[in-house]
């Protein structure tokens, strides 16, 4: 099977999970309270998980990356961080819209609001780390640093509001204890969909950039080499 194949299989089954999960997102029962503005959930709680799995990812690849030196998964973790700035943008877009009605402000410096942003602070110094260090292997070492580093992120966030109490309410989907669901059973099945939705979408990307990601790598290889035998003709 080719890997245009192998792409453009993943990028339909993508979109019709997400075609799947947007028509069982618009046909849920109300909320009681929140009314309609509960279906943000079903976009806000699958892009913040997406976030959390590209972040994890940037630090998996970084340690793969030094373990094995192979330039390949330095790709696809600069891929996943830039999944991950993209979908934790979402997140915070989509909490602020919920915010505004419900909470009366867009933004307040909650515990888990604050930690989420501080991400973009680390993830976006980790993506201007890679502009400013021009050596290939330094740059791929010193990114899957600070990528590793990064994914402390995840587990700090997600127990923001346990550790911090705040006015962001708890967690959707309880993974510690007992595992439980915060919301009515109707529309945990709509998130599961949404979930699984967004996490092919996160692999679909993930190649795409992988494979432009590995195009610029062979281009700058012909500009540097471009430039060595320009110096090499200019000193013959």
């Given amino acids: 099977m080719s890997q245009t ?17 947007a028509g069982l997102g618009l046909s849920a029962p109300l909320d009681v309270n929140q009314g309609s503005l509960v279906r943000l959930m079903f976009v806000h709680v699958p892009s913040a998980w997406l976030s959390y799995l590209a972040y994890g990812g940037t630090g998996l690849f970084g340690l793969l990356y030094l373990l094995t030196r192979q330039r390949r998964w330095d790709r696809l973790a600069l891929a996943s961080a830039e999944i991950g700035v993209l979908f934790t943008i979402a997140t915070i877009v989509g909490g602020m819209l919920w915010a505004k009605p419900t909470w009366g402000v867009y933004w307040v410096w909650d515990a888990r609001l604050t930690t989420t942003a501080f991400s973009l602070v680390i993830y976006g110094g980790y993506l201007l780390i890679r502009t400013l260090i021009d050596d290939p292997e330094r740059r791929a070492r010193v990114s899957a640093v600070v990528g590793l580093v990064g994914t402390l992120y995840v587990p700090v966030n997600y127990m923001a509001v346990e550790w911090w109490r705040g006015v962001h309410q708890t967690q959707t989907l309880r993974l510690l204890g007992k595992p439980s669901f915060e919301a009515a059973p109707i529309y945990g099945w709509v998130l599961l969909v949404a979930t699984i939705a967004f996490t092919f979408l996160y692999l679909y990307l993930l190649r795409v950039r ?24 200019a000193r013959g």
Avoid at 13 to 21: D, F, G, V, W
Avoid at 210 to 218: N, V
């Fill in 5 to 21: 194949l192998i792409t453009r299989l993943l990028g339909g089954a993508t979109l019709l999970l997400i075609l799947i999960a």
């Fill in 210 to 233: 992988g494979i432009l990601a590995a195009k610029e790598e062979r281009r700058e290889e012909r500009e540097l080499l471009g430039e060595f035998a320009a110096e090499g003709v």
